[in-house]
Antibody
Framework: QVQLQESGPGLVKPSQTLSLTCTVS??????????WSWIRQSPGRGLEWIGY???????YYSPSVKGRVTMSLDSSRNQFYLQLSSVSAADTAVYYC???????????????WGQGFLVTVSS | QSVLTQPPSVSGAPGQRVTISCTGS?????????VHWYQQFPGTAPKLLIY???NRPSGVPDRFSGSTSGTSASLAITGLQAEDEAEYYC???????????FGTGTKVTVL
């Protein structure tokens, strides 16, 4: 059973870079052809997809954060990462890492989620 | 601002049938992109409930079903149970925004 777990600093200062790690257990990042996503949730913005990464193609980012976001993965550690630069209070949210389900029609869904990690942007 | 609009709340008595609407546009649901549904309890991550419009992952009761029509989708819960009290979200892809989008969320209350 695949499980995901987010980790990182829970407090980031405005204008700095938010960095989170998602550790995957019970399965390999490289097996199965799965894409791996970051999603965030806040009272003001609701659920917001940030982007996904796959080991054999460039990451796919949401236009809402493009220019500030970088995703990467380390298959040897079975981890993938999120970096979001120039953060502001609007980036305060619970951040989830998730697995994109197998594409059966048009458009991905998210079938496995981490428990979520609260990141607060504040000085 | 979400491009998928849901009613803020719906309620029903145990055993009743409730439906949750998800209204989109011609750049998402109306363009033929699949709709997926999630259930979320307070303080926990969303859980996949329905994928690709009307498919249930293993372990999801058949009381939950999904459908689409035009630029909208619906989630139906039949035989409502107290354990169904949660927040529900729809999700799809939007070709105009070029991103995956979620609905505004609906709180289901069991009376």
């Amino acid at each position: 059973q695949v499980q995901l777990q987010e980790s990182g600093p829970g407090l980031v200062k405005p204008s700095q870079t938010l960095s989170l790690t998602c550790t995957v257990s019970g399965g390999s990042l490289n097996n199965g052809g799965y894409r791996w996503s970051w999603i965030r949730q806040s009272p003001g913005r609701g659920l917001e997809w940030i982007g996904y990464i796959y080991f054999s193609e460039p990451p796919y980012y949401s236009p809402s954060v493009k220019g500030r976001v970088t995703m990467s993965l380390d298959s040897s550690r079975n981890q993938f990462y999120l970096q979001l630069s120039s953060v502001s209070a609007a980036d305060t949210a619970v951040y989830y890492c998730a697995r994109n389900g197998e594409l059966v029609g048009s458009g991905y869904y998210f079938d496995k989620w981490g428990q979520g990690f609260l990141v607060t942007v504040s000085s | 601002q979400s491009v998928l609009t849901q009613p803020p709340s719906v309620s029903g008595a145990p055993g009743q049938r409730v439906t949750i609407s998800c209204t989109g546009s011609n750049s998402n649901i109306g363009a033929g992109y699949d709709v997926h549904w999630y259930q979320q309890f307070p303080g926990t991550a969303p859980k996949l409930l329905i994928y690709a419009n009307n498919n249930r992952p293993s372990g999801v009761p058949d009381r939950f079903s999904g459908s689409t029509s035009g630029t909208s989708a619906s989630l139906a819960i039949t035989g409502l149970q107290a354990e169904d009290e949660a927040e529900y979200y729809c999700q799809s892809h939007d070709s105009r925004l070029n991103t995956y989008v979620f609905g505004t969320g609906t709180k289901v209350t069991v009376l």
